[in-house]
């Protein structure tokens, strides 16, 4: 089997449509036909400044949720980041092989530290991209399923691992993403030129899963469109219609054509509407399920530490290679 890894950061209390639809049901598609990997990235959650019980709590809540969503821990090894020691290590090694100016032309650092102000910016956001290429080939992935916002990451990825399989020796998969076309960038619902992202402006336009469903459906009847009435995907001139019917197809596995075709003579809060229902049709059980997982704290932290203990058995054999051939004296 190949092997699929991806990973997720623990920065809020839920995640939300993008990374669902971005990201996340992949994840739970692809665990049968490969090794599947997946990951808590609470080392990445701390590169910008953060409240440690908040981590601590949002680690749990990320790993309820994607056991709602399906991630099936007899099935995929699901774990947490920090407890993998081995993803720091093989970072430091990246670290030393990387471009001062190469990783200072990683447009998601230019946003983020833009931010942050240059002062408070943290040497780790400027590295987060090499601890996430750590994060992938310690596992020799071969698929990485992320949204598109990673492309770039995914990038700067393969080109370390060719580095320095010529530079040293053949040791590293380069991976491929897995970036599927349609879903893998969800706009926000108030400013749809704009990634969802839980760093917008407001959450007006943002769709958490774990909101009262009653809130998300409220938000996207009030998302923006525009002033003819046509509906039909066309993200130029229609960026808010277009999402919606994203958004709607992918919830509901219809293709954009069949949907367009079902609402000539319709109008947009006829489409509203679908939309609203089919989010909260998906949400329900999955908030149920959360919750169950919530309330067994112990058994959702022995899920993770079996993990984790999976993860390293890989991990380490990876790490011992590429420690071997950088010239690291074994120890006896
Ligand atoms: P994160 O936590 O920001 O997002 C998790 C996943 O959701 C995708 N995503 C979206 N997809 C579509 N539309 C959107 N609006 C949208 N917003 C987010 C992201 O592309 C991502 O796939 N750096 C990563 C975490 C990470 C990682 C890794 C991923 C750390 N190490 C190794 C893969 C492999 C991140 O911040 O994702």
């Not at 994060?135 to 992320?146: G, S, T």
């Not at 998300?216 to 130029?236: E, G, M, N, Y």
């Not at 399920?289 to 993990?307: N, P, S, W, Y």
Request: glycine letters at 6%; a neutral charge.
């Amino acid at each position: 089997k190949q092997r699929v890894l991806s990973g997720v950061q623990p920065t809020s209390d839920s995640f939300h449509l993008g990374n669902y639809l971005g990201a996340l049901r992949y994840w739970v598609a692809l665990q049968d036909e490969y090794d599947a990997f997946y990951f808590i990235a609470d080392m990445h959650a701390i590169t910008v400044a953060h409240d440690p019980k908040l981590l601590t709590q949002r680690t749990r809540i990320s790993a309820a949720q994607l056991l709602a969503l399906g991630v099936d821990p007899t099935r995929s090894t699901l774990f947490v980041q920090s407890q993998v020691p081995e993803h720091a290590q093989l970072a430091w090694v990246l670290n030393c092989l990387t471009g001062f100016g190469e990783a200072a032309r990683m447009t998601q650092f230019k946003d983020k530290s833009a931010r942050e102000g240059s002062d408070h910016a943290s040497v780790g956001l400027f590295t987060y991209p090499v601890l996430q290429a750590a994060d992938i080939l310690l596992y020799r992935a071969h698929q990485v399923p992320v949204g598109e916002d990673q492309r770039q990451h995914l990038e700067l990825t393969r080109d370390l691992a060719q580095r320095f399989n010529s530079r040293f020796k053949k040791t590293l998969v380069v991976p491929d993403a897995y970036i599927i076309k349609g879903a893998a960038k969800i706009f926000d619902l108030q400013d749809p030129t704009s990634k969802m992202s839980k760093s917008a402006a407001t959450a007006a336009g943002l769709i958490s899963l774990l909101d009262d469903p009653k809130v998300s459906a409220k938000k996207i009847r009030s998302a923006v469109t525009d002033t003819d009435r046509d509906i039909r995907f066309d993200p130029a001139a229609k960026p808010g219609v277009s999402n919606l019917l994203v958004i709607l197809g992918a919830l509901t596995g219809e293709p954009i054509t069949t949907l367009e075709n079902g609402y000539v003579g319709k109008g947009y809060g006829d489409l509203k509407v679908d939309v609203a229902d089919a989010l909260v049709d998906f949400v329900t059980p999955v908030q149920a399920k959360v919750k169950e997982f919530l309330a067994d704290q112990g058994e959702l932290d022995r899920i993770l530490t079996t993990g984790a203990e999976r993860a390293r058995e890989v991990a380490s054999q990876t790490l011992s290679q590429v420690y071997d051939r950088v010239g690291f004296l074994a120890p006896k």
